[in-house]
């Protein structure tokens, strides 16, 4: 097993990993969507006048779509299927008003999933210097050879890592660094629980770490996977993955200065 993802399973089951852990994705529910009052306003009179084509429409406008319907996103992107379409607006129509005004407004300010506010949280953990330096702009970055943290986008690190790395790979990074002489590129991802998005989550970070390129390359991985268990996660970063760098961003700043 890779030593730092045997640190990581050590971390996660011997000490307040979890506590510790909330330090980097502090996933702190969000309070419920907003819905613009003009266009409540819109809902509630064309539900009122029985208007179809005019519910739907002003429906289609707020954040959330209050019905899961694999119609729907073809609808708010294109506009001019609405009108195209009348049996599938009478179908979306006659759903909405079975669920009456109550549950619609309850179902359009429904908060976000915990997992897409994750996204951003392990940038905005490095950015506020945990791993011993401050992320600079890519200027900055590329001027010297100091130890440093690029400070970008995640498609920007892609395209910097392509020109100057060698990186072919279609994902984007969450990071890029210099660290003694060295760079280092990786992925991160907080796997929350096992199975379906998750797995493909973990595949991504895993295919980033297997990467061929002129840098180190890390798979910066948290949750379940530490978990000592049968599932598929846990197995492979124990037997399938001896090679790659895994480990949880709690470690990062331990192998970030040893390389």
């Known amino acids: 097993m890779n030593y730092w993802a045997k640190l990581s399973i050590e971390y996660a089951n011997q000490r307040n990993y979890l506590d510790d852990l909330f330090s980097v994705y502090p996933t702190i529910p969000n309070g419920i969507r907003d819905v613009d009052k003009n266009i409540w306003e819109e809902i509630e009179k064309s539900f009122k006048k029985q208007d179809n084509l005019k519910l739907v429409e002003s429906v289609l406008k ?10 729907v996103a073809y609808l708010k992107r294109d506009k001019t299927a609405i009108k195209r379409n009348p049996k599938t607006i009478d179908r979306l ?4 008003y079975e669920m009456g005004l109550d549950e619609i407004f309850e179902r359009a300010t429904e908060p976000k999933e915990t997992n897409r506010q994750i996204g951003p949280l392990f940038g905005r953990w490095i950015n506020k210097g945990s791993l011993g330096i401050k992320p600079v702009p890519l200027k900055k970055f590329i001027s010297s050879d100091e130890n440093a943290i690029l400070d970008a986008k995640d498609n920007e690190m892609m395209n910097f890592a392509k020109e100057h790395l060698k990186y072919k790979h279609k994902k984007g990074l969450d990071l890029v660094a210099r660290f003694n002489g060295k760079y280092v590129i ?20 895993i295919s980033t770490a297997k990467t061929k390129v002129d840098a180190i390359t890390v798979a910066i991985l948290d949750g ?19 090679n790659q760098n895994i480990m949880s961003a709690l470690v990062l700043r331990e192998f970030l200065y040893q390389i």
Not at 93 to 96: E, N, T, W, Y
């Open 93 to 96: 129509s006659g759903r909405l």
């Open 62 to 71: 707020l954040k959330l779509f209050p019905i899961k319907d694999s119609y």
């Open 224 to 242: 379940v996977l530490y978990i000592p268990s049968k599932n598929k996660m846990h197995k492979s970063i124990i037997k399938d993955y001896k």
């Open 186 to 205: 990786g992925e991160a991802k907080f796997l929350t629980d096992f199975g379906g998005h998750q797995n493909a989550q973990f595949n991504d970070a």
